[in-house]
């Protein structure tokens, strides 16, 4: 396996990064089998794993630090905070008081004394981002977190996060953990090239589109009543279309979907490594047979025929919306003051 620089942090990773948020009760519940997936990762030169305190709220945490029991000094380890792990309004968020707590949690349920890793997995407009970077500054100052980094983070507020850091004397964000796939490619207009103007490494999530860069997600073909559910873009009739068109492609370049879809993630040069998340064996058999595969610049100029470059189609149902999208109030004048002037 190729490995990459994270950035300019000097830390070498795997183009395919380990992702755990299945490992757990919202995915395999099976502790030992997750501890050999895991494993069996690791052992074909996956040394990049990716998890968070709220994925089955504490529960993936707790499975990584097992298997990492006498392999960890060979494993760049990343965790995130910013999910709510309790009912009590400050045990969530960027705040200085949360993070300085909920980083001891992980470090517990993780085993180790050290994160390579640490980040805020959502931006969090109620905090001010000095605060947050302090903090954080100082866990590395303390030797309990090796690097930081942001996840979803608009390209604006990536570039604030910088000069508050240049101006204020702390330590700045190094990496940035972004939505990205065949279907998502938005942030190739601004987060992928301001990442690169700072020298930040980026570690995409959801390269399959939570799915339906899988194969097993069709037009008509009678889709899972319950995922669909609970996932609406995956009756997205906008996406549906360009799956369509998309398997197609792969089946003339004789490639399984996965692996065209892997491929394409970890082909733009923005990108330091993509997350993989396999909930069995085989899904992750399926990913490691494909962490080789390079696409032809034909392939590729077909893809970004039917998914233009920096557009998306439709919109993940866990991509991160802004308080002046979320927030009526943020987007309407008061009633009174509508009025044409």
């Known amino acids: 396996m190729r490995y990459r620089t994270l950035g300019r942090t000097g830390i070498h990773v795997s183009p395919y990064c380990l992702g755990a948020m299945m490992f757990g009760t919202i995915g395999n519940q099976d502790h030992d089998d997750s501890i050999r997936i895991i494993h069996k990762a690791l052992d074909a030169g996956i040394n990049f794993i990716d998890t968070a305190d709220m994925y089955s709220h504490g529960e993936s945490e707790e499975i990584v630090g097992k298997a990492l029991k006498g392999r960890r000094d060979n494993v760049v380890l990343a965790t995130k905070v910013f999910g709510a792990m309790g009912?009590?309004?400050?045990?969530?968020?960027?705040?200085?008081?949360?993070?300085?707590?909920?980083?001891?949690?992980?470090?517990?349920?993780?085993?180790?004394?050290?994160?390579d890793l640490y980040q805020i997995h959502r931006p969090d407009p109620a905090v001010d981002i000095e605060e947050t970077l302090s903090a954080l500054t100082d866990l590395i100052r303390s030797g309990k977190v090796r690097a930081i980094g942001s996840s979803s983070m608009p390209a604006s507020d990536m570039v604030e996060a910088q000069w508050v850091a240049e101006r204020r004397g702390l330590e700045r964000f190094r990496t940035e953990q972004p939505a990205y796939s065949i279907l998502s490619r938005g942030i190739e207009r601004e987060v992928l090239p301001v990442a690169e103007r700072y020298g930040m490494g980026t570690l995409v999530w959801s390269p399959l589109a939570q799915g339906m860069l899988t194969g097993r997600v069709r037009k008509g073909a009678g889709t899972d009543l319950r995922r669909a559910a609970y996932f609406t873009h995956l009756s997205d009739e906008r996406r549906l279309d360009a799956v369509e068109q998309i398997v197609p492609l792969a089946e003339k370049a004789g490639l399984p979907m996965t692996h065209l879809a892997m491929a394409f993630a970890i082909a733009h040069p923005g990108v330091t490594s993509a997350i993989i998340g396999p909930r069995t064996m085989e899904q992750l058999d399926d990913l490691l047979a494909g962490v080789d595969v390079s696409l032809s610049d034909e392939i590729l100029d077909r893809i970004d025929e039917i998914v233009a470059p920096g557009t998306d189609v439709g919109e993940l149902d866990m991509a991160y919306r802004p308080p002046a999208i979320q927030r009526p109030n943020l987007r309407r004048r008061p009633v009174g003051e509508r009025a044409a002037a």
């Open 87 to 115: 009912e009590d309004p400050n045990e969530r968020g960027t705040s200085r008081r949360w993070i300085i707590t909920e980083v001891e949690n992980s470090l517990r349920r993780l085993g180790t004394d050290h994160i």
